[in-house]
């Protein structure tokens, strides 16, 4: 493991530690040159690489980058927290792993992505609906909005999700 500060590929680790029910381990470690500390996660790599049928048909592996990347520019500047980002994503892919062997569609994965964003921020659910649903007019956009506000999220349980 290279150190992020000086480069050096020595390291010790100091503690690990099992997180998210066991599938990725947390090591918290040391520079053998600069001792300076870092963390390192180790996430087991799916074995059957699942593959994501995009809307024009083609077939790519999944990534649960993209998934944040299309989370994070939804959510731009508003105040919500990285961590429950991440646990959205970890959420979805946990979701799409478990009911999917080898192929699932995109559709599948951006429902799934919707569904948790409008629990957590409406502002940042109507910019990913946006783009996701492909909303082309003012028209579909009050639709969405109006479809919103009959559902009113439980403020509740928005705050226990930070």
């Known amino acids: 493991m290279n150190c992020p500060y000086c480069g050096h590929i020595d390291s010790k680790v100091i503690d690990s530690r099992s997180s998210d029910s066991g599938r990725v381990i947390r ?16 996430r087991v790599e ?3 690489r699942l593959m994501v049928i995009k809307r024009d048909g083609s077939r790519v592996p999944f990534s649960r980058d993209n998934i944040l990347r299309g989370i994070q520019v939804a959510c731009g500047k508003r105040n919500i927290p990285e ?6 994503v970890d959420e979805v892919e946990e979701a799409v792993h478990r009911e999917y062997e080898r192929e699932v569609d995109s559709r599948a994965i ?9 629990e957590i921020d409406e502002v940042s659910y109507i910019r990913f609906a946006s783009e996701y649903l492909k909303i082309g007019s003012a028209g579909e956009l009050e639709a969405e909005l109006a479809a919103l506000r009959l559902h009113p999220r439980d403020v509740k349980q928005q705050q226990q999700l930070f």
Do not use: D, H, I, P
């Open 110 to 118: 951006g429902e799934r992505v919707m569904s948790k964003l409008r």
């Open 27 to 42: 090591r918290r470690r040391e520079c053998l040159k600069c001792n300076k500390r870092f963390t390192t996660y180790e």
């Open 46 to 48: 799916q074995s059957a």
């Open 83 to 88: 961590e429950v980002k991440e646990r959205l």
